[in-house]
């Protein structure tokens, strides 16, 4: 067979190749998914140091670090050291109010608001700020693109992010089809089999959010005291 015969060949193959792809052999994409939920169905709650960055009304906004606390059901407690702002949502209680408490920006007090208000400053309602959240994010994408030729799905890296090394997973998703952004980079903790960190690039691959775990401790043993406003260790007044 001729050189120029044999190139023509493999030219035709790359051609038609398609562009799916979901799995390094080392790292399978269903498989990490998989344990990832049995690791989430374990989990009680957990705490951590929650960084975060996304555009709300066409600004990007760097938000303050949070001291982040998660007790299922829907059990929330946030601090913001930066401005000694304290906020819990515990869902059926507080008449489903998230309860806030401000340093100098809300004037020392406490107020309530319906947890949807956290739209005006971010891409989620605090609902969404939980992991399980991203995990239920990434699969539902992931599922839709098995079935999509024109999406790719791929293990990138291992990366360290912390003491934590994780697995870096890129997906690649096409435009006009719901799917939740463009490029969306997650990372997998190796031991805890849990996403502690998700970047996603809109369609020009702008930025659209990024959020990072730091630190997540799993299973701490937090209790209803940890998202009551009457507990003595936080600042909450006169509700």
């Known amino acids: 067979m001729s050189?120029?015969?044999?190139?023509?060949?493999?030219?035709f193959v790359i051609m038609?190749?398609?562009?799916?792809?979901?799995?390094?052999?080392?790292v399978n994409v269903a498989e990490v998914l998989r344990k990832?939920?049995?690791?989430f169905a374990g989990v009680n709650d957990y705490s951590c140091i929650l960084h975060r960055r996304d555009v709300v009304n066409g600004t990007l906004k760097e938000h303050s670090d949070v001291i982040f606390r998660y007790k299922k059901p829907l059990r929330f407690y946030m601090k913001w050291p930066k401005y000694n702002i304290e906020a819990v949502y515990a869902n059926g209680k507080y008449d489903d109010k998230m309860v806030i408490h401000g340093g100098l920006l809300l004037g020392f007090s406490t107020i309530a608001v319906d947890?949807?208000?956290?739209?005006?400053?971010s891409r989620h309602t605090l609902p969404e700020a939980d992991i399980g959240h991203i995990l239920k994010l990434v699969e539902s994408n992931y599922n839709k693109a098995v079935?999509?030729?024109?999406?790719?799905v791929v293990f990138e890296t291992e990366e360290t992010l912390g003491d934590?090394?994780?697995?870096?997973?890129?997906?690649?998703f096409p435009e006009g089809r719901d799917y939740y952004g463009h490029i969306i980079y997650i990372n997998i903790d190796k031991e805890a089999h849990l996403p502690i960190k998700i970047k996603v690039l809109g369609w020009r691959e702008e930025l659209l959010e990024e959020y990072y775990y730091e630190n997540l401790k799993v299973n701490v043993g937090l209790t209803e005291e940890d998202f009551d406003v009457r507990n003595k260790k936080y600042k909450f007044k006169n509700y």
Do not use: E, G, H
């Open 36 to 39: 990832c939920n049995a690791a």
């Open 147 to 152: 079935n999509d030729m024109d999406a790719s």
């Open 16 to 26: 038609v190749t398609p562009m799916q792809s979901f799995a390094d052999k080392s």
């Open 164 to 172: 934590r090394t994780t697995w870096r997973f890129k997906a690649v």
């Open 115 to 121: 947890p949807t208000a956290a739209l005006k400053y």
């Open 3 to 11: 050189t120029s015969i044999l190139s023509s060949m493999i030219s």
